[in-house]
T-cell receptor, first 115, second 114 residues
């Protein structure tokens, strides 16, 4: 069964460093998303991406964040200068064609720890 | 603004007992509704979805949920809990287009006792 994959599973970085989180969405999906979950809090939407551009972004997704689909398979989230409060589990998700069912399929997540 | 409320951050049941996890949404426009499950150290797995077809939705692992517009609710139930159902459950809502964002509730941790 197709699934969303994410690497690495755990990333530890120092404050101020850049990190790139990687995702491989389901191959025939067209819409891509990043969410995050700070420990003990709810899952929060960060950004959605379609047709090589951002469709929607939350207020969390400031200039320190960027997304890219560098090739036909990967979808990345970059944090330019990490802060302590960026420590969270980051989930990538993808969904299919317009008019199809609305569910998003999630990857296993990357746990980011900023020290 | 769209929001989802899950009543009860922790629910504990005995094996074989009824599971009821509550979810209410706030909107005058019927949304698309989802329940996801998260097992320890794993990602979010879709249990079931409501997308304006039948109001009683059946999902995986014996779970089902009923959309009640008059109560703005989408509670998740399972007639008989199994030890393997122990996990965190998230209700989520989406409005509008098929590529819209999901808004999640705060999650309910389900514990199943032998």
């Amino acid at each position: 069964e197709p699934e969303v994959t994410q690497t690495p599973s755990h990333q530890v970085t120092q404050m101020g460093q850049e990190v790139i989180l990687r995702c491989v969405p389901i191959s025939n999906h067209l819409y891509f998303y990043w969410y995050r979950q700070i420990l003990g809090q709810k899952v929060e939407f960060l950004v959605s991406f379609y047709n090589n551009e951002i469709s929607e972004k939350s207020e969390i997704f400031d200039d320190q964040f960027s997304v890219e689909r560098p090739d036909g398979s990967n979808f990345t989230l970059k944090i330019r200068s990490t802060k302590l409060e960026d420590s969270a589990m980051y989930f990538c998700a993808s969904s299919g064609l317009a008019g199809s069912s609305h569910e998003q399929y999630f990857g296993p997540g990357t746990r980011l720890t900023v020290t | 603004a769209q929001s989802v409320t899950q009543l009860g951050s922790h629910v504990s049941v005995s094996e074989g007992a009824l599971v009821l996890l509550r979810c209410n949404y706030s909107s005058s426009v019927p949304p698309y509704l989802f329940w996801y499950v998260q097992y320890p150290n794993q990602g979010l797995q879709l249990l079931l979805k409501y997308t304006s077809a039948a109001t009683l939705v059946k999902g995986i692992n014996g779970f089902e949920a009923e959309f009640k517009k008059s109560e703005t609710s989408f509670h998740l139930t399972k007639p008989s809990a199994h030890m393997s159902d122990a996990a965190e459950y998230f209700c989520a809502v989406k409005y509008g287009t098929s590529y819209g964002k999901l808004t999640f509730g705060q999650g309910t941790i389900l514990t199943v006792h032998p």
